[in-house]
């Protein structure tokens, strides 16, 4: 299921960049957004594994954690707008965090469903 979020990101975060490179002038570029959907969706699946291995209902305590790893991922993007997220990158615009915003919504709902859809409630 790993594979299905990678991909499912992937392909939906690259239509948000898409479409906010139509919008205007994207900061960071579409292997960037490939790369970091496919990490995002292979530490999610690690997390849930882990879960699932050693923790009492992990579906509940997953949505959990997803939802404060969302919330947490909110203040990176308009950080980004301020100094660059790492040393090379540029400043963030307005159009990209709006863009990266709407992508790791977009990567945290296609980890969540495509992990959670099959677990068996215990």
């Not at 960071?28 to 209902?57: C, N, Y």
């Amino acid at each position: 299921m790993v594979i299905v979020a990678a991909m499912a990101s992937v392909a939906l975060n690259l239509l948000v960049w898409f479409a906010g490179s139509r919008m205007g002038e994207m900061v960071i570029g579409r292997r960037e957004v490939a790369l970091f959907s496919v990490i995002g969706a292979m530490a999610g699946g690690a997390v849930f594994a882990a879960l699932g291995r050693w923790a009492a209902r992990p579906v509940p305590r997953f949505t959990l954690l997803t939802v404060v790893v969302l919330v947490l991922y909110a203040f990176g993007p308009p950080s980004a707008a301020y100094a660059p997220y790492m040393e090379g990158a540029e400043v963030f615009n307005m159009t990209t965090v709006v863009a990266t915003e709407v992508m790791h919504l977009v990567s945290g709902a296609c980890a969540y469903l495509a992990l959670t859809r099959g677990a068996v409630a215990r």
